[in-house]
């Protein structure tokens, strides 16, 4: 994933390895496939994302680790799952976005080409889904001693995002269409252009809206047959959407955000990547952090979204090198210097 790099290392990469340590094994060696069949011997958890059927060809799948290790948890990310008539094909964010229905609901409007969200979202959603399929099945295990194989895919994945248009079609027999930034069930509730940018107006309850309309100093809307209600202003959504456009032309997104802000009506204005890393909530929350990488130098990253009262977490590595802990790993495991510096002297892993 590469351009850009920072002082030849992949920004990608660093992005998403940060806090970990990394070690670098040759699964085509037997050594190698023998060397993780003793760390795994005593493993919690082993993650995967190979195609389905990779890891039995390695002597690594589940039911030949279980052997040596029943308390194992074994999770397995793959593209459509490990069953059905698409278990066999490879997988990308890209496709599950297209095969989950999410591209059929992103964009602008009707006749236009298909959009898929800018961020990665059945790869990152897939991560989080099989963490939570790991805990729970750590639950198990703390009350049974049985380790158990988790599965998610991609494209389970992204039907996960599609719940309020599945509910839609489940219920009307047609499918929804992409309408920009705006809800399915709910307006107004999308981002609105201002003088100086776009502002997301989250007006998506009667109280809400009846807030709005005065203290944008609009307060006939309110009792305007086309939008008395969420039915009625779902129905007119572009003369809605028309008139307030007008509106908050007049003035910039930070004059009607402190309005909004204390009229209580739900409001934020639409970032660029760089305003949110600088944005005062952000650093508040510790969202971006400074690390320290053994190349790069001081490197940002993102910080821990999931604060903790008894066991604070942050981040204080940086991503590792290629096999940059592979000697510190391998030692903790019982392997003698000796043992390790064969292992590197014949490809079976590689060290930093």
Not at 80 to 106: C, E, K, N, V
Not at 124 to 136: D, E
Request: proline content about 7%.
């Amino acid at each position: 994933m590469v351009p850009p790099r920072v002082d030849g290392e992949s920004a990608a990469f660093m992005i998403l390895n940060r806090n970990k340590r990394g070690t670098a094994i040759n699964l085509k060696s037997e050594a190698g496939r023998s060397l993780l069949r003793r760390m795994l011997a005593t493993a919690d958890v082993l993650i995967e994302n190979f195609r389905p059927g990779t890891m039995e060809r390695l002597g690594l799948g589940y039911e030949s680790l279980r052997e040596t290790n029943p308390g194992l948890i074994y999770c397995q990310l793959t593209g459509f799952g490990t069953t059905g008539p698409y278990a066999d094909r490879a997988g990308f964010d890209l496709i599950a976005q297209g095969m989950s229905g999410i591209m059929s609901l992103t964009g602008e409007g009707p006749g236009r080409p298909p959009v898929k969200v800018g961020v990665p979202l059945t790869d990152m959603t897939a991560g989080i889904l099989g963490t939570m399929g790991i805990l729970a099945a750590y639950t198990h295990r703390l009350k049974t001693g049985e380790g158990q194989r988790v599965e998610t895919s991609l494209l389970e994945a992204g039907i996960l995002h599609t719940a309020w248009q599945s509910a839609i079609f489940f219920a009307t027999g047609s499918s929804p269409g992409p309408l920009g930034s705006a809800h399915p069930l709910s307006a107004p509730y999308q981002a609105i252009e201002t003088a100086d940018g776009w502002i997301n107006i989250g007006a998506a309850n009667q109280a809400n809206w009846l807030r709005l309309v005065e203290i944008i100093g609009m307060p006939t809307l309110g009792d305007d047959e086309r939008f008395r209600d969420n039915a009625a202003r779902m129905h007119n959504l572009p003369a809605l959407i028309e008139l307030l456009t007008a509106r908050f032309r007049e003035r910039p997104t930070g004059d009607w955000l402190l309005l909004l802000e204390d009229a209580g009506v739900p409001a934020g204005p639409v970032l660029t990547i760089e305003q949110m890393a600088a944005d005062p909530q952000v650093r508040a929350r510790e969202m971006v952090v400074e690390v320290e990488h053994k190349k790069v130098g001081k490197t940002r990253a993102l910080g821990t979204p999931v604060k903790f009262s008894a066991t604070p977490a942050r981040v204080n590595r940086a991503a590792p090198l290629l096999g940059e802990h592979t000697r510190e790993i391998l030692a903790e495991y019982g392997l003698a210097p000796a043992e390790i510096d064969k292992l590197i002297d014949a490809g079976d892993v590689l060290a930093a």
